[in-house]
């Protein structure tokens, strides 16, 4: 079974540009979630989806991050403009079901350097 | 409330000893405690899980101990392996409960295990 795919692995950027992550869940998995992954940190929610809606988007700074998720499959999480602190791994994530209690399946991530 | 907080920060370990990691939280309403595994370059992936009707949970060489009156629970590695060296998370939720609540993750132990 192919796992979470997400592209691209690395992207360098100066910081007020834009930058643009696409990922593909697990077959049949309903649920897809956005974290950023800070260097020394744990993983944080941005926004999670259940299938085209948005479940979760309470820690996604809106004024830069948008996320969308067309017909219920792949999603595109996009930063604009971007600033230092956003530099980190963005982890895509699926699951079957609404996640909380149930595994987290991973891409291997985006890391972002913002110069 | 919402937090997870996760010692030590790192940890070595000696071939063949036990690895022990602990977590600690304040919101009783927790009723999901996984611990996640990340190698470099990698995503993280579902280890071991527990709820907090029982008090140890055992899956090969890896035990999760849950003490509820402390809002403790902790991860044990016995005879540790070079190939366990790893970033480990602790996380919790309230999923079981009903409705829905997001996985919170610990900040990591890095973990080398040397020969």
């Known amino acids: 079974e192919a796992g979470v795919a997400q592209s691209p692995r690395y992207k360098i950027i100066e910081k007020r540009q834009s930058v643009a992550f696409w990922c593909n869940p697990i077959?049949?998995?309903?649920?897809l979630y956005w974290y950023q992954q800070i260097l020394g940190q744990g993983p944080k929610l941005l926004i999670q989806?259940?299938?085209?809606?948005?479940?979760?988007d309470s820690q996604l700074p809106k004024d830069r991050f948008s996320a969308e998720r067309l017909k219920g499959v792949d999603s595109t999480l996009k930063i604009q403009p971007a600033k230092l602190e956003d530099s980190a791994v963005y982890l895509c994530?699926?699951?079957?079901?609404?996640?909380?209690?149930?595994?987290?399946?991973f891409g291997e991530g985006s890391r972002l350097t913002v110069l | 409330q919402q937090q997870v907080k996760q010692s030590p920060q790192s940890l070595i370990v000696q071939k063949g000893g036990i690895s022990i990691i602990n977590c600690a939280y304040e919101?009783?309403?927790?009723?999901?405690f996984p611990w996640y595994q990340q190698f470099p370059g990698k995503g993280p992936a579902l280890l071991i899980a527990?709820?907090?009707?029982?008090s140890e949970k055992k899956e090969g060489r890896f035990t999760i101990s849950f003490n509820k009156s402390a809002k403790q629970f902790s991860l044990h590695i016995m005879d540790s392996q070079p190939g366990d060296s790893a970033t480990y998370f602790c996380?919790?939720?309230?999923?079981?409960?009903?409705?829905?609540?997001?996985?919170?993750f610990g900040a990591g132990t890095r973990l080398a295990v040397h020969p």
């Open positions: 994530a699926s699951s079957l079901g609404q996640g909380a209690t149930g595994e987290l399946f």
């Open positions: 919101n009783t309403a927790f009723d999901y």
């Open positions: 996380a919790a939720s309230r999923g079981f409960s009903g409705g829905y609540n997001k996985l919170i």
């Open positions: 527990i709820r907090p009707d029982v």
């Open positions: 077959s049949g998995h309903a649920t």
């Open positions: 989806f259940q299938n085209n809606g948005v479940v979760d």
